[in-house]
């Protein structure tokens, strides 16, 4: 598996880059990329999530909605055009056996729209390989019930090598005014897909690939004010540790790409509404 890996990456990057790619494909012991989700790493972030959800149920400091109320300044950056994206706790991550959970917050503001209109567009999943591209390259809704939805999200990542993955979600929304929504989504199948678009193309089994991402649970509020919807998520996910050798390689797809895939899905939310609006990113100090 470290060999397929290694020889994707190298076939992208060419030139130097792919030089170096090459001689680490040599320099590494086959199946030294691999990794296999067990029993500890899963039941470490079901209790993180346990914990954060016990911590979301709680009153909001203050009694406001949204996290952007809780430090004065940044609906002001929001409605200037800015996304802000940090970690949700004093920590970019959190350190489990055998892997890694990512925990982050961002928040956008849509001007000149309703919550009615931007909760159509999160509901339209069939149309999500349309609005949320490159990330997204196929969507559909496999059941609908109410306010409950059960959807396939076929996703792409691309960090030095390419990554896709298949993915099933079960996302509930909770009405709670005319302004206010929430919603959570959890991950329920996460497979990596090898060869992807090629004729021998397939699936590696569940939680025995490369370790991208294991898991992935959201948290999403929505509320219409000042002339438009402030749109926020907290975004949780498991991946594999950076393996010794092959940090170079594996890091930049682990460590940063879930900022930036919940960046990227805050600004495709706001040009779907406003295309014309500054695309202004405020960086935490912890992004870089």
């Not at 849509?110 to 999160?122: N, W």
């Not at 390419?162 to 919603?183: A, C, F, G, K, M």
């Not at 010794?244 to 495709?268: C, D, F, H, Y």
Request: charged share 25%; aromatic share 10%; net charge neutral.
């Amino acid at each position: 598996m470290a060999s397929a890996l290694l020889r994707d990456a190298a076939c992208e990057s060419g030139g130097a880059t792919g030089l170096m790619v090459i001689m680490a494909l040599y320099a590494s012991a086959a199946g030294g990329s691999a990794a296999e989700l067990k029993p500890e790493t899963f039941a470490a972030f079901d209790k993180y999530i346990r914990l954060k959800e016990a911590r979301l149920e709680q009153p909001p400091a203050g009694g406001s909605f949204l996290w952007a109320d809780a430090v004065p300044d940044r609906n002001r950056q929001l409605r200037d055009g800015a996304v802000l994206c940090q970690p949700a706790s004093d920590q970019r991550e959190v350190k489990v056996p055998d892997g890694l959970i990512h925990d982050w917050i961002g928040a956008v503001f849509i001007p000149g729209t309703t919550v009615e209109k931007t909760i159509a567009l999160v509901q339209d999943y069939s149309n999500h390989r349309n609005v949320y591209q490159p990330e997204v390259i196929d969507s559909k809704v496999l059941t609908h019930s109410g306010d409950d939805f059960k959807v396939y999200l076929r996703l792409k990542k691309k960090k030095v090598m390419t990554v896709v993955l298949n993915t099933e979600h079960d996302v509930h929304y909770i009405h709670l005014d005319r302004d206010w929504w929430q919603s959570r989504s959890y991950s329920t199948h996460i497979g990596e897909v090898a060869n992807a678009g090629k004729p021998d193309e397939r699936e590696l089994p569940a939680g025995k690939d490369h370790g991208f991402l294991w898991r992935l649970h959201s948290y999403w509020r929505f509320q219409e004010r000042d002339g438009g919807v402030y749109v926020e998520c907290e975004a949780v996910s498991l991946t594999r540790n950076v393996p010794a050798g092959l940090g170079w390689l594996i890091e930049p797809i682990i460590r940063k790409l879930p900022r930036e895939s919940l960046v990227n899905t805050l600004l495709a939310m706001r040009a779907f509404f406003a295309p014309n609006f500054l695309n202004a990113i405020w960086n935490s100090p912890w992004t870089g």
